[in-house]
């Protein structure tokens, strides 16, 4: 594979404008966690990150969240085993985030799996996560995702149902809620997003003031491609960045056959 060079470019290039909206917005370069999202990703091609020291992931199916951490499950154990000179700036581990839907029948998977569940949006998901997790030793942590959009397309609770189902959520002994996740309409202009994302961080702070979550409330989620530097000025301390480090995705028809195969 020798697009190594375009990926580690295309990387830093989004790392650097991370950094950049951070510091417009007051806040300095560890302020604001890039979640890599690898839905569009060939698995070396997320080795590669973790090899450049990356660690947070994020997947929106859990067939491929499920599949992918075990891979690389498997290659960062063999470098544990290795130790080469080559691997020092490996982790040890990496951290898989949950960013789409969830049946309430794969919620099992999920729990497993990943670190972080971005995208909470019912009491009912709540409650079988917590039945789940109830096995578990520590909580598992979780954002609630609002729809500050208004799209009905968009998954999320509404605005106004946002805080009940949070204290609701905190009473649960083996969840942690940490905060709120939004997605803003796909549009050409980041500027439009704007008012979505003001609107969630509002929420985000009338929330964590009222002592909902206690002081671990304390994580904003919102930004893609797209829009993530308008998030960050908005106030968000986690962006979920997939397209602008690996490209578009291909059409199912452009990967699958190559002109020999035709
Ligand atoms: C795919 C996805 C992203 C990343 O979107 P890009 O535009 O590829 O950066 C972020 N959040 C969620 C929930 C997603 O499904």
Redesign the pocket.
Known sequence: MKSNEPLKKRYEAVRARVVAAAARSGRGRDDVLLTV?T?FAAIDQIRELIELGHVDFGE?RVQNLVQRAAQIEEFLERHRQLRSAKAVNIPDQVRWHM??HIQRNKVRKVVNVARLIHSVDSLRLAEEIQLVAARRDDPIEVLLQVNTSGERTKSGVAPAAAAHLLEQIDTMLSIRPRGLMC?APLVDDPEVVRPVFERCCELFEEISESGIGGDRFDILSMG???DFEVAIECGANVV?????IFGQPQLPEAREESPADV
């Open positions: 999202v839905k929106n960013i789409g997605m893609m491609s797209n979920r960045v997939g397209t602008a």
